[in-house]
């Protein structure tokens, strides 16, 4: 690749990225420099960060403590995205830990010197397999697991947590044919175009208030932002008996279903967008809700 070819692949780059506000990349800088990340150089963390912890991460390294406290994983990834693969493996006291920041965007550290509060309001984005062998549910290979096997596997995640999940998706294996074939898709360019359209119209609608997303909403404001009437109720009181759904677990698929609509350009929550977001909650309907 000559020099003008690397010029525009890191144009292209660039205009891929999302890059923080200038009061989000302020509290970003600070959290990496009291963990002594920013080097020599110092400088401003200017795009949202990501951060993939291995699953032999340790509590402390991952929500933040030591001797002298310093921020964890979950503090790292303030306004980013934290990624963490192979979810039931990692340690269930640091997962039963992230509870607070995934509910607060802050996580409280007490040691004998003090209490340290740092950030962590970020997006959580999980993988696993949906057995120990992985083969659950595919055509093409055997699963060795029985029911309880996988129940067991399961239930290395407490329903508390993945009360605090919004989406919870199964994604099927593709095969060989279908992952090689050239069809044609919706473009990113043309979702992220969507998307921005749906913040536009989240950004309007929470005018004033501390709010600046539906992911943000909470307590008795739900009701006011994701206002419920005819259908729509009936369909989330019927799924929230069936499946005995918790009160944040309502609270939570009425914000995905506000999402949704607001995805569709629909001034209104309807059944319809109830019935996608509750379809979201896979791991609840197999009868693990917390």
Request: hydrophobic share 45%; charged share 25%; glycine share 8%.
């Amino acid at each position: 690749m000559n020099k003008h070819s690397n010029i525009k692949a890191a144009i292209a780059y660039d205009d891929l990225r999302e890059w923080l506000s200038a009061a989000e990349a302020l509290e970003v800088t600070k959290i990496y420099s009291v963990a002594g990340l920013l080097g020599a150089e110092g400088g401003i963390v200017a795009s949202r960060p990501f951060r993939a912890p291995h699953h032999t991460i340790s509590q402390i390294a991952l929500c933040g403590g030591g001797t002298h406290p310093r921020p964890g994983e979950i503090s790292l990834a303030q306004n980013g995205v934290l990624f963490l693969d192979e979810l039931p493996e990692f340690s269930r006291n640091a997962l039963e830990v992230m509870r607070q920041p995934l509910e607060e965007g802050t996580i409280a550290i007490a040691r004998a010197a003090g209490t340290f509060v740092y950030p962590a309001r970020f997006t959580l984005v999980a993988a696993m397999n949906p057995c120990p062998c992985g083969f659950r549910g595919t055509r093409t290979s055997d699963c060795r697991c029985d029911d309880t096997a996988v129940a067991k596997y399961i239930s290395k995640l407490s329903g508390p947590l993945l009360d605090r999940i919004d989406l919870h998706v199964d994604v099927a294996r593709v095969a060989f044919d279908e992952m090689i074939a050239r069809r044609g898709a919706e473009s990113s360019a043309a979702i992220r175009a969507r998307v921005e359209a749906a913040r536009a119209v989240q950004r309007a609608r929470y005018g004033n208030t501390p709010y600046h997303a539906n992911a943000a909403i909470v307590g008795s404001d739900v009701r006011q932002f994701c206002p419920l009437e005819g259908d729509a109720l009936a369909l989330l009181r019927a799924a929230a008996l069936r499946v005995h759904l918790s009160a944040r677990a309502i609270d939570r698929i009425a914000r995905v279903a506000r999402t949704i609509a607001d995805l569709a350009g629909a001034e209104t929550i309807a059944a319809a967008h109830i019935a996608e977001a509750i379809g979201f909650r896979s791991l609840e309907r197999r009868g693990h809700a917390a």
